[in-house]
């Protein structure tokens, strides 16, 4: 059974850097044609996808966030750690890691989601 | 890039059908076939219905069905069960390996 589950700080300040932990299991992100994204849901509004790292490494990054985000997996671990620095309250949301696989070119398994909060 | 757009809510009784639309641009939606919905109960794991436009992965009941045309994709629910009453999203490729997601619809079993 695959599962995805997110860890991290429920509040954080503005300014902070936000550390993220996706703790899989089910699957192995060193197989090929494995990914494993990070989308968040601001209350109300759209999902947005933030970043991806794929079994191979590579990273990919949304185009208005490319700046305060990095990605990075712990294969050994079976994890996948996303950091976003400067935050700010706009980035008030649930965080959602989620597995993407080439068989499905979708999102085929997702965590619950984690809710971070940004005030001082 | 751009949120799809959803209708931000849905309703149908049991049994009715319910069509879902999701309108992106030529750059998502209407430029490649890898549209995806999802059902998200709150609190829960969204789930994957629909991955490449029409196909169903395996377990998923096949009174969810999608299509496209042009910007617009579509997720049609057949004869509604209660349990059916979720959050409904849509996902498309974007290009250059973006991905963008449509507001979510809300579908209330009547």
């Known amino acids: 059974q695959v599962t995805l589950r997110e860890s991290g700080p429920a509040l954080v300040k503005p300014t902070q850097t936000l550390t993220l932990t996706c703790t899989f299991s089910?699957?192995?992100?060193?197989?090929?044609?494995?990914?494993v994204s990070w989308i968040r849901q601001p209350p109300g509004k759209a999902l947005e996808w933030l970043a991806r790292i794929d079994w191979d490494d590579d990273k990919y990054y949304s185009t208005s966030l490319k700046t305060r985000l990095t990605i990075s997996k712990d294969t050994s671990k079976n994890q996948v750690v996303l950091t976003m620095t400067n935050m700010d309250p706009v980035d008030t949301a649930t965080y959602y890691c989620?597995?993407?696989?080439?068989?499905?070119?979708?999102?085929?398994?997702w965590g619950q989601g984690t809710m971070v909060t940004v005030s001082s | 890039q751009s949120a799809l757009t959803q209708p931000p809510s849905a309703s149908g009784s049991p049994g009715q059908s319910v069509t879902i639309s999701c309108t992106g641009t030529?750059?998502?939606?209407?430029?490649?076939?890898?549209v995806s919905w999802y059902q998200h109960h709150p609190g829960k794991a969204p789930k994957l219905l629909i991955y490449e436009v029409s196909k169903r992965p395996s377990g998923v009941p096949d009174r969810f069905s999608g299509s496209k045309s042009g910007n617009t994709a579509s997720l049609t629910v057949s004869g509604l069960p209660a349990e059916d009453e979720a959050d409904y999203f849509c996902s498309s490729y974007a290009g250059s390996n973006l991905w963008v997601f449509g507001g979510g619809t809300k579908l209330t079993v009547l």
């Open positions: 089910g699957f192995s992100l060193s197989s090929s044609g494995m990914s």
């Open positions: 989620a597995r993407w696989w080439v068989t499905t070119a979708a999102f085929d398994i």
């Open positions: 030529s750059n998502d939606v209407g430029g490649y076939n890898y």
